[in-house]
């Protein structure tokens, strides 16, 4: 079984920053892409970041600039530095993993249970 912990959501100050990260667990064999999605009340869940295996980073256009995606491959930890949050950026996040349990295994995916990002003054 695989699991996708998030952590470091909360409540800022437009202009401030937040730090999410999503941890991977269980029986891993390789990490293909691990993502960040968000999803505000009352719209459809939409991709932020993405991280893939081979190096490829690509950002949605509201958030160019302001976040950043990374990942800790070693502890399969990807991380969503936010800064610059506008009110707009409130949503719950959602770390997404598509990844093999094995060598000669299908790619599956897997979602975290999401963290609440709130920004107000």
């Known amino acids: 079984q695989v699991q996708l912990v998030e952590s470091g959501g909360g409540l800022s100050q437009p202009g401030g920053s937040l730090k999410l990260s999503c941890a991977a667990s269980?029986?891993?064999?390789?990490?293909?892409?691990m993502n960040w999605y968000r999803q505000a009340p009352g719209k459809q869940r939409e991709l932020v970041a993405v991280?893939?295996?081979?190096?490829?980073?690509n950002y949605a256009d509201s958030v160019k600039g302001r976040f950043t995606i990374s990942r800790d491959n070693s502890k399969n930890i990807v991380y969503l530095q936010m800064n610059s949050l506008k009110s707009d950026d409130t949503a719950v996040y959602y770390c997404?993993?598509?990844?093999?349990?094995?060598?000669?295994?299908?790619?599956?995916?897997?979602w975290g249970q999401g963290t609440q990002v709130t920004v107000s003054s």
């Open positions: 997404y993993a598509q990844l093999s349990r094995g060598e000669f295994q299908q790619r599956e995916e897997y």
């Open positions: 269980g029986s891993i064999f390789k990490i293909y892409a």
């Open positions: 991280s893939t295996i081979g190096g490829t980073i």
